[in-house]
């Protein structure tokens, strides 16, 4: 099986130490392919290092709410310069985030909305962090129109996941499906359409059930695809074919 990390913040500090370890580890899993997206302006140098041709990494450029205090107007004003050189396949990881208290909302909604205009400019996909705040994202994206994404470590309701599947967004599953507690979770995962499910390490955040409290890392990826397998009741084989598939056409890399 040939994998998609939707997903993996490879460039993240706590790989320094050992990351071409941690990209072969992945390689020998099955993941073929890593979205890294990036959290501030300070990191897109090294994200653009990092994803090199014919690696199987690509880069998502944009600024994380829970980043807030990093973020400044001349980065929101340099992000469509970075866009044209460096030619990501998605904008992100944007976003709102209502539950780290001492995050502006209004600041962070500022943030958001332009990143959302930006991939609406250039035509590209929108990689979302939607934490305690999924309707209003919702309610955004609506306004904005015409947009495509991930909602990436979904945590919503099942309303919530069709007012998203109608307006033509993923949702990024990883770790947190495989715990038995994520009931609401395995049952949207269960039954939902498979054309909007992509899959998702989040790595080095959010680990599988096994991994509890542990560095995670792409090469996990085939747990996630095995519990939503089951859940689903489909071979390991048939829906990695179709969440890669499903990865593939939303980053335009097929």
């Known amino acids: 099986m040939r994998l998609f990390d939707s997903h993996c913040h490879l460039d993240a500090p706590e ?24 959290v501030d302006f300070a990191g897109w140098p090294k994200l653009r290092e990092l994803c090199v041709p014919g690696s199987g990494l690509f880069p998502a450029y944009g600024l994380h709410p829970m980043y807030l205090e990093h973020h400044q107007e001349a980065h929101l004003a340099a992000l469509p310069g970075w866009i044209e050189r460096e030619n990501p396949v998605a904008v992100g990881e944007c976003g709102l985030d209502f539950f780290v208290e001492g995050l502006d909302p209004d600041r962070q909604r500022h943030y958001c909305r332009r990143q959302l205009q930006i991939a609406s400019e250039f035509d590209l996909p929108v990689v979302l962090h939607a934490r305690r705040a999924l309707q209003e994202v919702i309610a955004m994206l609506r306004d904005i129109g015409g947009l495509r994404g991930v909602v990436h470590s979904f945590s919503g309701s ?9 307006l033509g967004f993923s949702i990024g599953i990883g770790g947190p499906v495989t715990y038995d507690r994520a009931q609401r979770l395995r049952r949207i995962v269960a039954t ?7 899959l998702e390490t989040d790595a080095p955040d959010q680990p599988d059930s096994a991994h509890r409290g542990e560095r995670n890392e792409p090469s996990r990826l085939p747990e996630v695809l095995r519990v939503i397998a089951e859940l689903r009741g489909e071979s390991e084989q048939g829906l990695a074919e179709a969440a890669t598939a499903n990865a593939q056409r939303l980053f335009k890399l097929v």
């Open 15 to 38: 790989f320094d130490a050992d990351r071409q370890e941690v990209l072969e580890r992945a390689r020998r899993s099955g993941v073929a392919w890593q979205v890294v997206p990036a």
């Open 158 to 166: 099942e309303e919530q996941a069709r007012l998203l599947f109608g």
């Open 192 to 198: 939902m359409p498979s054309e909007f499910l992509l």
